[in-house]
């Protein structure tokens, strides 16, 4: 028998395994887990190291399964907009921020919610150039569908009165027809494409911030969907280089399929750390942005159903790129909010799946926020994942009726989905919402007391951020349990943590621990 390197004991160790659901013991030899159970004494050796974890609760490490990794490390280095609570704060912090940067340079930044300002204001160009004189910039809203942009930026962009919405997008205008500078969806393109690359240095500031900030909330591993292929190239070359501290399962936007599929010709660089797993694509747009695509219009703007995301606009292509890729043995996963996008995407799953015949695809709808009850049962029939993120639910839960009325009862039907036979994976599509995973299980099953019939168990909870996320990513066979085989990634949390379901507000500072690969980390 083996003796293990460290065998943890006197816990409650939420193990993930249907086999044993729960144990007081588990023991590591090198980077796997060992044993588990009640009674690991056959496995001390001379040299064991035991920890008594003095009635802690162990879970294996938390899975994000849908973070955007860089970006999110960009937004703790720029501008902290998300933290403006009024009009004045939010010229406040971009002021502060701009007061050292050199003259008309470019800043970057977002994160802002106008519904948790004073008074709801959507944010003006004029704010930034109050703020930031001279100085270009797009400060996205928290959910990244809308964007705020300076009259620099505006100008650099040639918008003016004149300029007509791009596909996919739209520009907003005041009375006389001036850009206001709020920018959705595709429009904020126009601005974001003539921002400077950031240097190789940058992105390594970016991803030593992202994999501090995501150990910290207890999260080792992660699904991050990357729109930007310098990205994946920088990321796998840290890959290579071993510089990588959280593991990521990598998607690649849908649109570039050819170019991911020429990288493949040539062979990429996979490790435990770093794979390649399909596509990204959207559908349509975000709530909060009035861009989410619905079968009907919204209630405050009557004239409007939300719109199509440009990836959306060749259905033939979409297709094409979704059944080529899957014939290939890779995942797809689509953006889809409004519940026309939701019922649009599994038509289009459904018609692959036709083509291609039944295999373990494990297609991923990603946030499905708003699902008609005529297409809930679909998911588990097609086979379909509902990748979701319940902080969504929870900042929506402030303003969703005002857009949706009566349809807010199939607002994020977490519980629908799951007793229907849908699989659940969470997420927190960070930097959208913070990568919290305690708080992500507390408002699943809280859900801010906002139609509380979609609550899900504090059981389902925890496993959407372990052992079915991992599903979702096609990592169940080394990660999302504590068995006896997979990489020892855990997180010692604070006892209360298994009575989240009865503390009304999310508790502060549960993870104690985090292990990865068996070894803490700082």
């Not at 918008?159 to 500078?181: K, L, M, N, Y």
Request: charged residues 25%.
């Amino acid at each position: 028998m083996s003796t293990a390197d460290k065998i943890f004991v006197n816990g409650s160790i939420l193990t993930q395994d249907d086999q044993l659901p729960q144990a007081s013991q588990l023991a590591i030899r090198g980077k796997h887990i060992l044993a588990v159970g009640d009674d690991l004494a056959g496995f001390l050796g001379p040299e064991t190291q035991t920890i008594d974890l003095n009635g802690a609760v162990v879970t294996p490490g938390f899975i994000d399964a849908h973070v955007h990794f860089l970006w999110g490390g960009e937004t703790l280095l720029t501008i902290p907009a998300d933290q403006a609570r009024s009009k004045a704060d939010f010229i406040r912090i971009v002021a502060e921020f701009a007061r050292n940067r050199e003259p008309g340079s470019w800043l970057r930044g977002g994160g802002w919610n106008e519904h948790i300002f004073s008074e709801v204001l959507l944010p003006q160009r004029d704010w930034l150039d109050e703020a930031a004189p001279g100085h270009p910039m797009i400060l996205t809203r928290h959910d990244g569908h809308s964007g705020v942009a300076s009259s620099a930026a505006l100008n650099l962009a040639g918008i003016t009165c004149d300029t007509p919405d791009p596909e996919g997008g739209v520009i907003d205008r005041d009375a006389s027809g001036e850009p206001t500078g709020m920018l959705r969806d595709a429009a904020m393109g126009l601005v974001m494409t003539l921002m400077p690359e950031e240097t190789e240095a940058e992105l390594i500031k970016n991803l030593d911030a992202a994999q501090t900030y995501l150990l910290g909330n207890g999260v080792t591993a992660v699904g991050d969907m990357i729109h930007d292929m310098g990205h994946f190239t920088f990321l796998q070359k840290m890959a290579r280089e071993g510089k990588l501290k959280v593991r990521l399962t990598v998607y690649t936007p849908l649109l570039k399929w050819p170019e991911m599929k020429a990288l493949l010709d040539e062979g990429i660089y996979e490790d435990e750390w770093f794979q390649f797993k399909g596509l990204k694509g959207f559908s349509d747009g975000s709530l909060g942005s009035h861009t989410a695509l619905m079968l009907e219009p919204y209630e405050d703007t009557p004239d409007s159903v939300g719109i199509y995301d440009t990836d959306w606009k060749d259905i033939n292509t979409v297709k094409q790129n979704i059944a080529e890729a899957d014939r290939m043995g890779y995942q797809t996963v689509i953006h889809a909010i409004g519940d026309r996008a939701n019922r649009e995407v599994l038509d289009v799953f459904e018609s692959v799946i036709k083509e291609n015949g039944h295999r373990d695809r494990r297609f991923r709808i990603e946030h499905a926020q708003h699902v008609h009850p005529a297409d809930q049962g679909r998911f588990a029939e097609l086979g379909v994942i509902a990748s979701v993120q319940p902080m969504h639910c929870v900042d929506d839960s402030r303003y969703a009726e005002s857009l949706l009325g009566a349809r807010c009862s199939f607002a994020y039907p977490f519980r629908s989905l799951e007793q229907k036979g849908a699989i659940l994976a969470f997420g927190s599509d960070w930097p959208v919402s913070p990568p919290d995973p305690v708080a992500s299980i507390h408002g699943a099953v809280h859900r801010a007391s906002w139609h509380p019939q979609e609550a899900v168990s504090f059981v389902t909870s925890v496993n959407a951020h372990t052992a079915t996320a991992a599903f979702s990513g096609f990592r169940d066979h080394d990660l999302g349990k504590i068995k006896p085989g997979y990489l020892a990634d855990l997180v010692i949390l604070d006892p209360d943590f298994q009575h989240l379901d009865s503390i009304d507000e999310v508790p502060d500072n549960l993870v104690r621990i985090v292990y990865v690969n068996g070894e803490t980390q700082a």
